[in-house]
Nanobody, 126 residues
Framework: QVQLVESGGGSVQAGGSPRLSCVASRSIISNNIMGWYRQAPGKQREFVAAAGPGRSTGRSQDYADSVKGRFTISRDYARNTVNLEMKNVKVEDTGVYYC????????????????WGQGTQVTVSS
């Protein structure tokens, strides 16, 4: 049963501003911390961003240092989506981006939840 569906990936030039969306069921998006992870070729999957429960854009967001100031995570409860707006992307932002539900933060480390989307590829060229 597919519960998270990502869209919006593709090829973009460095400096561009792609936008990813993740459609989730109302129960999932309302009751969980939602986030994005990414996996570059030959590397482990890594945390990108998380948004805590809250209306509209969510009351609390957290980001990996590598994307802070460039990426923005937001929730759209009217559309049951979690969005990731990426600005000034770099070649090193290339990877498969995964939507995740149920993240937890312990001390300063984010741990992924059990529910994943299928992933969407973002390729940044110089």
């Amino acid at each position: 049963q597919v519960q998270l569906v990502e869209s919006g990936g593709g090829s973009v030039q460095a400096g561009g501003s792609p936008r990813l969306s993740c459609v989730a069921s109302r129960s999932i998006i309302s009751n969980n911390i939602m986030g994005w992870y990414r996996q570059a070729p030959g590397k482990q999957r890594e945390f990108v961003a998380a948004a805590g429960p809250g209306r509209s854009t969510g009351r609390s967001q957290d980001y990996a240092d590598s994307v802070k100031g460039r990426f923005t995570i937001s929730r759209d409860y009217a559309r049951n989506t979690v969005n990731l707006e990426m600005k000034n992307v770099k070649v090193e932002d290339t990877g498969v981006y995964y939507c995740n539900a149920g993240l937890k933060k312990v001390l300063s480390t984010w741990y992924a939840g059990d529910v994943w989307g299928q992933g969407t590829q973002v390729t940044v060229s110089s």
